[in-house]
T-cell receptor, first 111, second 113 residues
């Protein structure tokens, strides 16, 4: 089944403890992206990648890192999480301009 | 910079009634436009997309949208709403490299029996 898989689905962590949210897609898509969703703010793009080793900042990249060493994987790294990064995170992938396929989301709480 | 405005935060319609969700965009060239739907607790699903050509595009689940360049709009429509259409709907604009996408704040649709 064609899908974008994120792990974990739920995560509670403490301020300053580094964490990684994994994202993998099995559709051989060139484009991948991370979004955060907050009530009343819609989805805001954190980072996106146009192919292996090619990444660019979205609208809210501060406090996040990404890497794209393989086409299928696009992990999101929070080096020193803070409470304002508590949010619902979505990974997505796309072939060219066809629109994104989204994962099921990761609900992150930073205390 | 690209941007999307969804003027209606919340819309309520009766089952069987028609639906129109509004979307206005700002983009310097011909935009790539999308509508997504998000059911409670779920990820987003692509309903339809516009790149070029026919300005009326058909999507899944009986939805359609019309691109109007003069009004910078891309409104979503459905002739007869079903209770299962209750969800949050997002309009998005993408740039030509397809990586950067900007979403509106969403419109929540409630369907009355």
């Amino acid at each position: 089944e064609a899908q974008v898989t994120q792990n974990p689905r739920y995560l509670i962590t403490v301020t300053g403890k580094k964490l990684t949210v994994t994202c993998s897609q099995n559709m051989n898509h060139e484009y991948m992206s991370w979004y955060r969703q907050d009530p009343g703010l819609g989805l805001r793009q954190i980072y996106y990648s146009m192919n292996v080793e090619v990444t660019d900042k979205g609208d809210v990249p501060e406090g996040y890192k990404v890497s794209r060493k393989e086409k299928r994987n696009f992990p999101l790294i929070l080096e020193s999480p803070s409470p304002n990064q508590t949010s619902l995170y979505f990974c997505a992938s796309s072939h060219d301009t066809y629109g994104y396929t989204f994962g099921s989301g990761t609900r992150l709480t930073v205390v | 910079a690209q941007s999307v405005t969804q003027p209606d935060i919340h819309i309520t319609v009766s089952e069987g009634a028609s639906l129109e969700l509004r979307c206005n965009y700002s983009y310097g060239a011909t935009p790539y436009l999308f509508w997504y739907v998000q059911s409670p607790g779920q990820g987003l699903q692509l309903l339809l997309k516009y790149f070029s050509g026919d300005t009326l595009v058909q999507g899944i689940k009986g939805f359609e949208a019309e691109f109007k360049r003069s009004q910078s709009s891309f409104n979503l429509r459905k002739p007869s709403v079903h209770w299962s259409d209750a969800a949050e709907y997002f309009c998005a604009v993408g740039d030509t490299n397809a990586g950067k996408s900007t979403f509106g704040d969403g419109t929540t649709l409630t369907v009355k029996p």
